[in-house]
């Protein structure tokens, strides 16, 4: 696949593209390890791990669910689960949990928060996925290290058939990061996400996108993931994929020009439509 580089490439790690992410998801299962995908905003990270989750469930004939949006779970054997926690939003007790007072032990115990997987929950198999990772207080980064270095945190085990997937921007995007320790770093396997025209295009045209708009994008692709300081709105995998649904589904020219402009910014949305016209 055609794979864009960002306007700042990580120069020490490989580039992986969407379509290669669920590759590498299913190799660095094997023995568990835990994938870093590191990625501008906008390049689909989150919806790519979903993708890959619902990829192995489906090569491995599991059912998949998706934790966070209240899917039931009918034989948790036979399930493979995604649990998508955001750790910028996280505090540290959402990691290790709340103290119970043991009374008749006379001692502290805690009780384990329900975003960590419960194998009869959420499935005996799955995807941790910790996003927005170096977005997250210092606190929380070191209470999730324990369990990404020893997949257990105080009296909490990771199940065996689950595995942990971070994410998050880089450093130069602008975007509000803080440092990732060392020891952590050094534990994951590490890919920068890049767009991809190709892996863009085919889910787009497989799932209803405006031709139109996709066209476009194939024709210039240097417009797939554009940045530039101060944008609100700006040019990337998410935002392009919101400009094909009101392509597909918006016939008023004006009014459409002024939607797709709200995701990728006024003149690409302004291109797109003189290119409609041809």
Not at 84 to 111: P, Q
Request: glycine share 8%; hydrophobic share 35%; aromatic share 8%.
């Amino acid at each position: 696949p055609t794979a864009l580089k960002g306007k700042h490439p990580m120069t020490n790690i490989p580039q992986i593209t969407p379509k290669q992410v669920t590759k590498a998801l299913v190799y660095l299962r094997k023995n568990m390890r835990v994938m870093f995908l590191s990625g501008p905003p906008g390049c689909a990270k989150s919806s790519t791990i979903e993708q890959g989750a619902r990829q192995i469930a489906t090569d491995n004939g599991w059912t998949f669910r998706h934790a966070d949006k209240g899917e039931a779970i009918v034989d948790p054997a036979n399930t493979f689960g995604l649990i998508d926690t955001r750790a910028a939003t996280a505090d540290s007790s959402d990691i290790k949990g709340f103290g119970h007072l043991d009374v008749e032990n006379k001692k502290t115990t805690w009780l384990t928060p329900d975003c960590l997987p419960d194998p009869e929950v959420h499935g005996h198999q799955g995807i941790l996925f910790l996003d927005d990772f170096t977005q997250a207080l210092p606190l929380v980064m070191a209470g999730y290290s324990q369990l990404v270095l020893d997949r257990h945190v105080g009296s909490y085990r990771l199940p065996d058939g689950w595995q942990i997937v971070i994410a998050g921007n880089r450093a130069s995007d602008r975007s509000t990061t803080n440092k990732v320790g060392n020891h952590l770093l050094n534990r994951c396997v590490h890919f920068e996400m890049v767009s991809s025209v190709n892996d863009w295009s085919a889910y787009e045209l497989d799932n209803g996108g405006d031709r139109v708009t996709v066209a476009f994008v194939r024709a210039r692709p240097e417009l797939m993931n554009v940045f530039n300081r101060g944008d609100m709105a700006f040019c990337s995998m998410r935002s392009w994929s919101g400009a094909s649904e009101v392509g597909a589904n918006v016939d008023d020219p004006d009014f459409r020009e002024q939607l797709v402009g709200g995701f990728v910014g006024v003149t690409p949305a302004r291109e797109l439509e003189a290119y409609r016209e041809l």
